[in-house]
């Protein structure tokens, strides 16, 4: 019933930044998950950071890839359905496809996360 569009991938050098934003369609309950998944080329789908739906900033709200942490910041924003993953100090093993994904689970496994963006590219060149 939760659809998810991802927006804002792009080519970017190295050192620069983007963010991506994902915007559901639908009600988000304040007791989902939601995160940020990326899949570099030929490999697996990885977990990037998540964040409770309407959870405070501090210890078990945010996580982070130890990859990202420092570098990207998930939010949120409930008056307008929306997932924003801004991402600094971007390097070169960054490049993936970026998706969003909302569960039921405060998990880093992709499994546990039922609604997915169709996702968008991210590109990072030296």
């Known amino acids: 019933q939760i659809q998810l569009e991802e927006s804002g991938g792009g080519s970017v050098q190295a050192g620069g930044s983007l963010r991506l934003s994902c915007a559901a369609s639908g009600r988000i309950y304040s007791s989902a998950v939601v995160a940020w998944f990326r899949q570099p080329p030929g490999k697996e789908r990885e977990f990037v950071a998540l964040?409770?739906?309407?959870?405070?900033?501090?210890?078990?709200?945010?996580l982070y890839a130890d990859s990202v942490k420092g570098r990207f910041t998930i939010s949120r924003d409930g008056a307008t359905n929306t997932v924003t993953l801004q991402m600094d100090s971007l390097k070169i093993e960054d490049t993936a496809v970026y998706y969003c994904?909302?569960?039921?689970?405060?998990?880093?496994?992709?499994?546990?996360?039922?609604?997915w963006g169709q996702g968008t590219h991210v590109t990072v060149a030296s």
């Open positions: 964040a409770r739906w309407r959870g405070g900033s501090g210890y078990g709200s945010e």
């Open positions: 994904a909302r569960g039921s689970q405060y998990s880093t496994d992709h499994l546990a996360y039922l609604n």
